[in-house]
């Protein structure tokens, strides 16, 4: 599950030399995308943050951002901060942490692309952190519309690649993602979407993915039995582990996707592509990285994190409640709707 903070496990050198590029780019960057670049990095670690380091940094408050962090996690509680935690950083540990934990490194690039294959987290060394920065913090909206003039035509799923990134658990939320009609079938659009955006490497985790949608127990077994198959059959090199869930339409009635560090938002269902490539309900799909800084237009309005863990608690509910075997109490039955394995690391 993820927590109600982003976690940030990170070298303390990392951390000062991103105070640092801060500050050069603050005083002397003419380029202004250039700065926006290093900013974000800065608020993410002074805002809403749980960051643990390898190193205490009560000895380092002559450097002005550090006695702000102190500062934030001390009197404000917008930082969770722990330091010292070596343990942290070896290899052993990466499973066991929150799943929406980003790690910058002191390593090479090549050595963090190849935790992120092991692992489906992201590794960042601090060589390339600023090359990172666009996918990690810019959000995108498009139009899924049959208009060919539209701007942001969102043309077929494999714009999704666009956003491939390393995870190694999915929630997708559609009362109609499994249904079939006579010039579509909501079940090939789920296909096409996964095989574009799954990771094409995941070598020492199964990927967990949950699907829920619409009440439908009469044939929920056969529906999952297809699913998995279909699955199967884009033949990636990791083992994908599957649970659907059927509910009352009521309890998720939004169309979502959730990764351990992307939310995918729907204003239509995602079942949009007929079986010739046409869109079959226009609407939007707004994109964005959990790590997204934008701006609150009050105190009240959720940052985007904020509403993805409010979101996903919800989801929760559904998974921690979901019935996989039928039961009999002394009192009531208990059907099943969900079948598959009882496994997502976003929800439990």
């Not at 090939?188 to 985790?205: A, H, V």
């Not at 829920?212 to 884009?234: A, G, V, W, Y």
């Not at 039955?333 to 976003?346: H, M």
Request: charged share 30%; hydrophobic share 35%; net charge neutral.
């Amino acid at each position: 599950m993820i927590h109600e903070k982003y976690s940030i496990v990170c070298n303390v050198d990392c951390l000062l030399k991103i105070f640092e590029e801060y500050d050069n780019r603050r005083l002397g960057s003419e380029n202004p995308y250039d700065l926006l670049l290093v900013t974000q990095f800065y608020n993410l670690f002074t805002t809403n943050a749980y960051l643990v380091l390898d190193k205490k940094i009560e000895d380092m408050q002559k450097n002005p951002y550090i006695k702000k962090l102190l500062k934030e996690s001390k009197t404000r509680g917008k930082v969770l901060l722990e330091e010292n935690r070596h343990d942290l950083f070896e290899e052993k540990s990466y499973p066991s942490l929150s799943a929406n934990t980003m790690f910058i490194m002191n390593k090479s690039k090549e050595e963090c692309q190849k935790l992120e294959e092991d692992y489906g987290m992201y590794f960042i060394s601090i060589d390339n952190i600023f090359e990172r920065a666009k996918l990690l913090f810019s959000w995108a909206l498009y139009n899924v519309t049959r208009n060919e003039k539209a701007s942001n035509k969102f043309k077929n799923w494999e714009e999704l690649q666009n956003f491939r990134h390393p995870f190694n658990a999915m929630v997708l939320v559609d009362n109609y993602i499994l249904q079939e009609k006579d010039n579509y079938k909501g079940i090939d659009n789920l296909i096409d979407l996964l095989d574009n955006f799954l990771p094409n490497e995941l070598q020492k985790l199964d990927f967990h993915l949950t699907i829920i949608i619409k009440k439908d127990e009469k044939n929920l077994k056969s529906k999952c039995k297809k699913l998995t198959e279909m699955i199967n059959n884009l033949k990636r090199p990791y083992k994908i582990v599957i649970s659907l869930i059927s509910v009352s339409s009521d309890k998720n009635h939004d169309r979502n996707i959730f990764t351990n560090y992307f939310w995918l938002h729907s204003g239509h269902g995602f079942d949009y592509f007929s079986k010739k490539g046409d869109v079959t309900n226009p609407t939007n799909l707004m994109i964005f990285p959990i790590f997204h800084q934008q701006d609150k237009i009050s105190p009240q309005q959720n940052t985007v994190y904020e509403a993805v863990y409010q979101l996903l608690s919800e989801v929760k509910s559904i998974f921690d409640n979901a019935i996989f075997k039928a039961e009999r109490t002394p009192t009531k039955v208990l059907e099943q709707n969900a079948c598959g394995n009882k496994q997502n690391r976003l929800l439990s």
